[in-house]
């Protein structure tokens, strides 16, 4: 079986909503190429875990935090579910972890273990929603978390996080509008950007550093 998406090209896909939508092409012009969005370093449980960690804290500290628990786990360069179990509740607080995060990230090597959490070759054969689903019954792991994850670690081309606040004030600021739209209002921009809401979003990112032409 093959696997449901496979990466896409980014070229092919600015070019693609250049013609789509001419003012998200006012952007990408303005900003460049995207290049490829996915990146394959991290086993998707690390990269779940390496989010939980990041969660709610600046990128400085956070990657402290995530530095000490990597130096407390029994591993050469990513925990395993495995490594993450050996080391014991409090070893995890101590390298900075709050009470919830330490919580979670034991669940997270639990039902890794246990197989709810898929491998990548697993997921690389899932759909979007149903990785989500699987993904979010584990705790400190919401829809934004794994929208994530397949943006950048799986490669999935048209996933469109409409919660992400950050997506909302690109819109804002590409499409001239008074005020930042909330997440049920923001569906017809993404419809543009079928079948690539990924790099569309990625780009509403990028808006909010450049100034866009009139």
Request: hydrophobic share 35%; proline share 7%; glycine share 8%.
């Amino acid at each position: 079986m093959k696997p449901i998406h496979s990466p896409y090209d980014p070229e092919e896909a600015c070019e693609f909503l250049k013609k789509k939508d001419p003012q998200l092409g006012k952007v990408i012009d303005a900003f460049g190429p995207c290049g490829k969005l996915f990146r394959r370093g991290m086993t998707p449980f690390a990269a779940l875990m390496r989010s939980i960690v990041y969660q709610q804290l600046s990128g400085k500290a956070a990657g402290t935090i995530w530095g000490r628990v990597v130096d407390v786990c029994p591993c050469k360069r990513f925990p395993k579910p495995e490594d993450v179990l050996s080391v014991d509740y409090e070893t995890l607080r101590s390298a900075g972890l709050s009470n919830n995060k330490a919580l979670a990230v034991h669940d997270l090597a639990n039902k890794s273990i246990e197989g709810v959490v898929p491998d990548r070759r697993e997921l690389n054969r899932m759909d979007d929603e149903a990785i989500i689903e699987r993904l979010t019954s584990v705790r400190g792991i919401g829809r934004w978390t794994v929208e994530m994850l397949l943006m950048f670690h799986l490669g999935r081309p048209d996933v469109f996080p409409v919660g992400d606040l950050g997506v909302r004030k690109g819109i804002a600021a590409t499409y001239g509008l008074d005020e930042v739209p909330g997440a049920d209002e923001i569906e017809p921009y993404g419809d543009k950007w079928r079948p690539y809401r990924s790099v569309g979003s990625w780009y509403m990112w990028r808006s909010l550093e450049i100034e866009i032409p009139d």
